[in-house]
């Protein structure tokens, strides 16, 4: 389990995603947004020098991470802060906020046995041959990967468009071997201490 912040009960760069993290900068950075980051380090005021990412997603719904390759490679300690949200009559509504610090060990051990190398290989193979040969040999390599790391799932994205390897944490994985705790909405959505 890793140390919480406080518990507090997508595809990356949805439109609701985006509402979420413009909402978290609104209520406390007053700053613009960056790529490598969703909040730079230097914007923190919470964890001083702690960059963050913001993820916002479905109750109940695995929190996409994006680019495998470059969530592999994270080796600096950042914070994470992910909304849950559930449609209510049209609209997303924000029932639980979780705040996670994550050190480059407890990242890394998340990914279990699967290497960088492995990645990059996976992704430059995908590549190679015919759409639909991407994606039979994407289903094979990913399901093989899948058995080496106790917490993220790889998801390859192949089709005329593009071809990609994302990642996500599954729902139960992400409370159980993150959080610590039972999944909950929350009757108050608190971050950092202040509600939001």
């Not at 992704?123 to 190679?128: N, P, Q, S, T, Y």
């Not at 009757?187 to 202040?194: A, K, M, N, S």
Request: glycine share 8%; charged share 25%.
């Amino acid at each position: 389990m890793l140390v919480s912040t406080g518990f507090l009960a997508a595809e990356e760069r949805q439109g609701h995603g985006l509402v979420f993290e413009q909402q978290i900068w609104n209520h406390l950075f007053q700053r613009g947004y960056t790529d490598e980051w969703d909040i730079p380090g230097e914007a923190n005021l919470y964890h001083r020098g702690l960059p963050i990412s913001v993820k916002y997603t479905q109750w109940g719904s695995s929190i996409y991470l994006g680019d495998a390759v470059r969530q592999r490679s994270i080796d600096i300690p950042f914070e994470m802060v992910v909304g849950f949200h559930e449609t209510v009559e049209g609209e997303k509504r924000t029932v639980a906020i979780c705040d996670l610090v994550f050190t480059p060990e407890q990242w890394a051990a998340g990914w279990g046995d699967v290497t960088i190398e492995e990645l990059e290989a996976f992704a430059e193979k995908i590549h190679e041959g015919s759409v639909e040969e991407a994606q039979a040999f994407a289903r094979v390599r990913a399901a093989e990967l899948r058995e080496k790391s106790p917490v993220f799932s790889i998801n390859p994205k192949i089709n005329e468009d593009q071809r990609r390897i994302q990642c996500s944490v599954p729902f139960s994985v992400f409370f159980r071997e993150w959080v610590g705790e039972e999944p909950q909405k929350q009757q108050i959505l608190e971050l950092w201490g202040r509600e939001l």
